[in-house]
């Protein structure tokens, strides 16, 4: 049972346009958000994330959104740029009784930035 | 200079046989973790430890042994390793403090034939 989803498994953006990257999640309980960027043959690296008593976080081009009553996060990239070109995971945790605060993770979706 | 660091990149070895991946971290971050990605590229936590003491221990064989010798060291080993064990694996470390995330390591890729 996933808990993380990401349906699309990959996006292409034009250079310069926004990039927007779903996710959502069944838990109720989760109180912490993340994304986290992967290249090939690389491990992923911490990109930004959102506590659940926010909606918004930002830092420089990107911006994630947290909608709670939807159980849904987004990240926003703007303007993109064809190094942003990688496979973008969202994760989720919970306290203790939830996850235990180990990171459940979605499939990824992967994004092309066109030139 | 290398956070986390994990040997060997590649490792491509034969049914049956006995390997051990390493991972090393000069964070000194008290919690480490292996994660193993799947052929569907879902990543699956596998072992959590901290401060050298094993607190996740997810539903994997017996044949895989963490092996944490210092809080900076925690180190997969495999025995009798089969063909659904090829995967990639990675090594990742983290704060008590949940907010800034994890450090991953690049990743071993085990090809067992």
């Known amino acids: 049972d996933q808990q993380v989803k990401q349906n699309s498994p990959s996006l292409s953006v034009q250079e310069g346009r926004i990039s927007i990257l779903n996710c959502d999640y069944t838990?109720?309980?989760?109180?912490?958000f993340l994304w986290y960027k992967k290249y090939p043959a690389e491990g992923p690296t911490f990109l930004i994330s959102i506590s659940s008593i926010k909606d918004k976080n930002e830092d420089g081009r990107f911006t994630v959104f947290l909608n709670k009553s939807a159980k849904h996060l987004s990240l926003h990239i703007v303007p993109s740029q064809p190094g942003d070109s990688a496979v973008y995971f969202c994760?989720?945790?919970?306290?203790?009784?939830?996850?235990?605060?180990?990171?459940?993770w979605g499939a990824g979706t992967k994004l092309i930035i066109k030139p | 200079d290398t956070a986390v660091s994990q040997t060997p990149k590649y490792l491509v070895t034969q049914m049956g046989n006995d390997k051990s991946i390493k991972c090393e971290q000069n964070l000194g971050h008290d919690t480490m973790y292996w994660y193993k990605q799947d052929s569907k590229k879902f990543l699956k936590i596998m072992f959590s430890y901290n401060n050298k003491e094993l607190i996740i221990n997810e539903t994997v064989p017996n044949r895989f042994s963490p092996k944490s010798p210092d809080k900076a060291h925690l180190n997969l080993h495999i025995n009798s390793l089969e063909l659904g064990d090829s995967a990639v694996y990675f090594c990742?470390?983290?704060?008590?403090?949940?907010?800034?995330?994890?450090?991953f390591g690049s990743g071993t890729r085990l090809t067992v034939v």
């Open positions: 990742a470390s983290s704060l008590p403090d949940r907010t800034y995330g994890y450090t």
């Open positions: 994760a989720a945790s919970g306290e203790v009784r939830v996850s235990n605060y180990q990171l459940i």
């Open positions: 838990n109720s309980m989760f109180d912490y």
